[in-house]
């Protein structure tokens, strides 16, 4: 078993022993355990779990889709095969509908039909965030002001999901290049793996870079 099978499955059995239960938005009762943090070493082990299915190829194109891409348009990702933001996706109208009950949960300016709105690639994007980090990595290692936040409030009412995973930091100590990645809310049975992942793909090839 993987270091990071270990530390997965500490954090879910954490959940369940010590967690509190808690209403939500979506109707269904979540576990929530504040403030729940780990560390991993990318360059020791590649953090990608053997207990439980993970669709890698699902993972790193949604990454890609946010950050090489910059992008909010679901159409990219459906042309590969990855459905993961279909439910989110915004009509042609402008609506963005329930698809169980065909509800119009939010309306939209109709300028961003076949997007998720104004958030993840739209803000990577629109604050050149991705570029400014690499700027950064290359050019003034030493800097200690490398925060890419997806998390803006000027753009929060026109996306359909606030952004999960928010926040990233980036430092590079004794030639080796680290990451504290900070997310708002976590499915941890879904989810986070996906997360752990993605991000970890995206410090190797940053490192790489």
């Known amino acids: 078993m993987s270091a990071w099978d270990i530390i997965y499955c500490e954090l879910c059995e954490n959940i369940l022993k010590n967690g509190t239960k808690v209403s939500n938005r979506t109707g269904i009762d979540t576990i929530k355990l504040p403030s729940a943090h780990f560390q991993l070493d990318v360059g020791d082990e590649f953090p990608i779990l053997t207990t439980k299915q993970l669709f890698i190829r699902q993972a790193v194109l949604e990454m890609l889709w946010i950050y090489q891409e910059q992008s909010n348009d679901v159409r990219w990702l459906q042309e590969r095969n990855v459905h993961i ?18 509800k119009v949960l939010k309306h939209f300016d109709p300028k961003y039909a076949h997007t998720i709105g104004t958030a993840y690639g739209y803000i990577v994007k629109h604050f050149k965030l991705i570029d400014r980090l ?72 940053l490192a790489h870079l």
């Open 85 to 102: 933001w279909d439910l989110w996706e915004i009509e042609e109208n402008g609506d963005w509908l329930d698809v169980n009950t065909g």
């Open 134 to 205: 690499i700027d950064s990595l290359k050019n003034n290692p030493e800097d200690r002001r490398r925060v890419m936040s997806l998390w803006q409030d000027d753009y929060l009412d026109t996306a359909v999901l606030p952004s999960c995973v928010w926040s990233s930091e980036w430092d590079v100590t004794d030639g080796k290049l680290n990451a504290w990645v900070h997310q708002r809310s976590c499915d941890v049975a879904l989810g986070l793996p996906f997360n752990v992942t993605q991000y970890a793909v995206l410090l190797r090839l």
